[in-house]
């Protein structure tokens, strides 16, 4: 048989796992990745990469879970690996703080993470404001790292990446025998779904090495997540806004909250703002479909509406997607042999 080729439109975090997924999980095929925006110019890139799930409404919890689980088993078998360094991951331990007591005391993946527990008394001293909070280990993808060494691994199993718009899906037709759709927020104009909009983070990079914990504010507004390099301090959340250009005024509230949690921020360093829009979406559209012009047909697999947790859960959803590929390739055998007979 014929290699099936396969094209994955978007090259950020979901994009370039799902077409890692697929290189690793389907034998004779092809796959190339186009993209407008490549690392490091994607919504991946500004994200902190912080393995904690944001909650979609409407999506299962157990089937949440399930992704998050996935992901985190993923990528804690590279931080204890030879490519930990190369892979921008690492082991990050810290608190997630509340000032009024939650109604969950212990979230859907308290037993996911590594040693969920409640603050002590002598931890929360730190939080005069705070009343609870929640200590544990988690793991964080550093971007543009984590990207490259996902492009680098897609490559060497035989991928391609390519920088392109695509204006209409029907595009690839006849290039490709199955597209996967992991465009993000280009989804609403690319397969006109108005149920993705955007929800804008500014968040600012600094240079602070000596902090070494986690903290989140349990609102999830106000959070310092250290990488390898930099410390991501955050941050916003408004809906609907499509500016990417930094606002200083908000910039200037976000490092005072973080001051305001660690003092010792204020010396930090080699600040820089970055803007992101989350393609958010109530669920991740995990879906298949055929697409139908006269007597042509594009068979097409979404992933996409991650929003505010795509790192926390893209391992889950690509293999999902993986799967949802595999079905169109035996739908495409099914028809094509019937057609021989
Ligand atoms: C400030 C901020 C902080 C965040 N922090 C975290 C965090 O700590 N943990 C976490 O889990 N999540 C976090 N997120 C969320 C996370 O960034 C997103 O869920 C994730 O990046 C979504 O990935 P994606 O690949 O779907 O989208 P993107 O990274 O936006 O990639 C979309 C890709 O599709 C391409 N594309 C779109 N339309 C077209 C088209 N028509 N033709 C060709 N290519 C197209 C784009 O060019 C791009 O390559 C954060 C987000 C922001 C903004
Ligand atoms: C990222 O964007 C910058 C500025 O627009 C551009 O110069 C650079 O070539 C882009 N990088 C990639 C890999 O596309
Ligand atoms: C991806 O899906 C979205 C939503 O269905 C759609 O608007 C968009 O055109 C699709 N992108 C591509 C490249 O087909
Ligand atoms: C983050 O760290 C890298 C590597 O040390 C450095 O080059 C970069 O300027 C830092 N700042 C930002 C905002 O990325």
């Known amino acids: 048989m014929a290699k099936i080729r396969i094209a994955v439109v978007g090259a950020g975090v979901i994009g370039l796992s799902t077409a890692m997924y697929i290189s690793e999980s ?61 892979a921008g991951i690492h082991l ?25 527990r409640s603050m002590t008394e002598m931890e929360l001293k730190k939080f005069p404001q705070h009343r609870f909070g929640q200590a544990f280990t988690t793991l964080k993808c550093d971007c543009p790292p984590y990207l490259l060494w996902l492009e680098k691994r897609l490559k060497r199993n035989g991928g391609q990446v390519h920088a392109g718009h695509i204006g209409d899906l029907w595009e690839l037709h006849g290039k490709y025998d199955v597209v996967v759709n992991c465009s993000g927020l280009g989804s609403r104009e690319l397969v006109g779904d108005l149920k993705i909009y955007p929800t804008r983070g500014q968040v600012l990079k600094v240079h602070a090495p000596w902090v070494k914990h986690f903290i989140r504010d349990g609102d999830g507004l106000t959070y310092i997540y250290p990488g390898i390099h930099n410390i991501t301090l955050g941050g916003t959340r408004l809906q609907d806004d499509w500016t990417l250009s930094p606002d200083a005024s908000t910039s200037k509230h976000i490092f005072d909250r973080c001051c305001f949690l660690e003092p010792s921020l204020q010396r930090a360093q080699d600040i820089k703002v970055k803007v992101g829009l989350r393609p958010s979406r109530s669920v991740v559209r995990l879906q298949r479909e055929i697409w139908v012009r006269g007597r042509e047909k594009l068979p097409i697999v979404h992933n996409y509406g991650h929003g505010g947790g795509g790192f926390s859960v893209h391992r889950g959803t690509a293999k999902e997607a993986t799967q949802l590929v595999k079905d169109c390739i035996a739908a495409l055998e099914a028809s094509t042999s019937k057609a021989k007979l």
């Open 26 to 86: 389907i034998p004779n095929c092809c796959i190339t990745v186009i993209a407008e925006k490549l690392t490091p110019n994607t919504t991946s890139d500004v994200a902190a990469g912080m393995l904690i799930p944001h909650v979609y409404p409407d999506a299962p919890i157990h089937q949440q879970k399930q992704w998050f689980r996935e992901t985190f088993n993923y990528i804690f078998a590279i931080s204890n690996s030879l490519e930990a360094s190369d």
């Open 92 to 116: 990050v331990s810290g608190w997630q703080i509340f000032k009024t007591i939650p109604d969950e005391r212990i979230p859907f993946w308290a037993d996911v993470v590594l040693g969920f």
